[in-house]
């Protein structure tokens, strides 16, 4: 792969002729219902880049949903991935039990935050995680209720869709949705009352739970440190320990939704520790296996043993391929410092991102942590979402070559999640396309 400019990765328009032909097989085969963001088909990938059935190369900034971050695809799973399948691909765990899953468990209870006992299980994906951590909070507290948060995501299984917030697409005319399910206030600082810090907008969120459902019911409250699918919220300092702090006192668990932010995204390894903050419980996929399904939950021991012998688990859940993969991309993580590379990308994105705000009044604001930054789009001057303008940016980047994403409540969020992994040239590359495509269609 050359080291071009944009211009010249490009061969075709975007999608071009063989990728087109691919979507009329695609719609004549594939249900309609599954959608892609943008319908260009991937041959190979690379540090940043994804090569197309056309040629082209696009430079990525979504990491299909936050996954890829170790690269895609990583040397090290490559290797680990290769040598487990050629030593055997499936026993089910449940039945004959193999290392590579014990191991994934002590990574996974020695990085997610607090240094108490813990116990972790393996699933299939984010979804079957939360619903998992659900099941166990419920069990271990005796507690029916859930409390979520507006603009939340956790899912789109039948449970996890009655965690997410938003309609459409993930909920329209699926329901009727599982029930003690209860939605509150977040944080969201561009949207609340000028000056509310994130205690009061904690407690807006606990007065709530008090009124409405009752402390005493409550088995968990399962948030994302930095929502993810809902906008890129990022919450006012203080909000999760104030939310924490209440779980603590109310004897309900405070579960950390890491799917998204988990595994370095955010500059740390999980995104409540800028915080300081330690979840009872904390649900990981995406990031955690470079590219295979996986999910897990970890928590305090006396949880997640809670749960009689048999109560959980799945034909597939912690796969050895998938737990090989891990394996290899939690050291990539460490050895690389993922961490520190998350947060060089922030460094050099989000003032850039800033300067752009200045000059395109349809940015309402810039936010975001590490490798996971967004630009929201509203009618200049006011709060009103912009899903119209969001979109058109968004599609002139995807015809220049530029994977980007949206999000939000409002569909008025440009996400950006590039792979960790990718070169500073690079990223540079796709930040000035990013800017130029948004200048010239909504500037
Ligand atoms: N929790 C915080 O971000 C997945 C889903 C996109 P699965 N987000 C991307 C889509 O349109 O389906 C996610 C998440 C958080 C849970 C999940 C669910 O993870 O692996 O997609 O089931």
Not at 153 to 158: D, F, S
Not at 254 to 270: K, L, M, P, S, Y
Not at 281 to 292: D, M, N, P
């Amino acid at each position: 792969m050359g080291t071009t400019t944009a211009g010249t990765r490009l061969r075709t328009e975007v999608p071009g002729p063989a990728s087109r032909e691919l979507q009329a097989r695609r719609s004549a085969a594939v249900a309609a219902g599954v959608a892609s963001t943008l319908p260009v088909f991937i041959t190979r990938g690379g540090d940043g880049l994804l090569v197309d059935v056309d040629g082209n190369e696009l430079i990525d900034l979504g990491s299909g949903i936050a996954v890829t971050g170790v690269g895609n695809p990583a040397p090290a799973v490559v290797d680990a991935v290769r040598e487990q399948v050629e030593r055997f691909t499936h026993t089910c765990f449940m039945i004959t039990p193999y290392e590579g899953y014990v191991t994934v468990c002590e990574e996974l209870n020695r990085l997610t935050p607090g240094d108490h006992e813990k116990r972790s299980a393996l699933f299939n994906s984010g979804a079957e995680a939360v619903e998992n951590a659900v099941k166990i909070a419920r069990y271990a507290t005796g507690r029916p209720a859930v409390v979520v948060l507006d603009h939340a995501y956790h899912g789109r299984t039948n449970l996890t869709m009655a965690l997410t917030a938003k309609n459409m697409p993930y909920k329209h005319r699926f329901g009727p949705f599982a029930g003690e399910v209860y939605r509150v206030p977040t944080s969201y600082p561009f949207r609340d009352p000028d000056g509310m810090t994130g205690e009061q907008a904690a407690a807006r969120a606990t007065t709530q739970i008090d009124k409405l459902v009752g402390a005493s019911n409550v088995a968990a409250v399962v948030v994302e440190p930095i929502q993810g699918e809902g906008g890129f919220v990022v919450p006012a300092p203080g909000f999760l320990p104030a939310l924490a702090a209440w779980c603590a006192e109310a004897g309900a668990l405070f579960v950390a939704d890491e799917i998204q932010t988990g595994f370095c995204r955010t500059g740390a390894w999980f995104a409540v520790d800028h915080e300081q903050v330690v979840p009872d419980l904390v649900t990981t996929a995406k990031g955690i296996a470079g590219g295979l399904p996986l999910g897990g939950v970890t928590g305090r021991v006396e949880i997640m043993d809670a749960v009689h012998p048999g109560g959980l688990g799945g034909t597939y859940g912690g796969n050895p391929v998938a737990c090989a993969a891990a394996l290899a991309a939690i050291g990539t993580m460490r050895s690389a410092d993922l961490p520190a590379a998350a947060r060089r990308i922030e460094q050099t994105a989000l003032p850039r991102l800033r300067d752009l705000a200045a000059r395109v009044p349809a940015i309402g604001d810039v936010r975001g942590r590490g490798a996971m930054l967004a630009i929201e789009f509203v009618r200049p001057g006011t709060l009103d979402p912009d899903p119209d303008t969001t979109a058109r940016a968004a599609a002139a980047c995807h015809r220049a070559g530029v994977i980007v994403l949206t999000c939000g409540t409002y569909s008025n969020v440009i996400r950006l999640l590039p792979p960790l992994v990718i070169p500073p040239a690079l990223l540079d590359e796709g930040l000035s396309v990013l800017e130029s495509s948004i200048v010239d269609t909504v500037g």
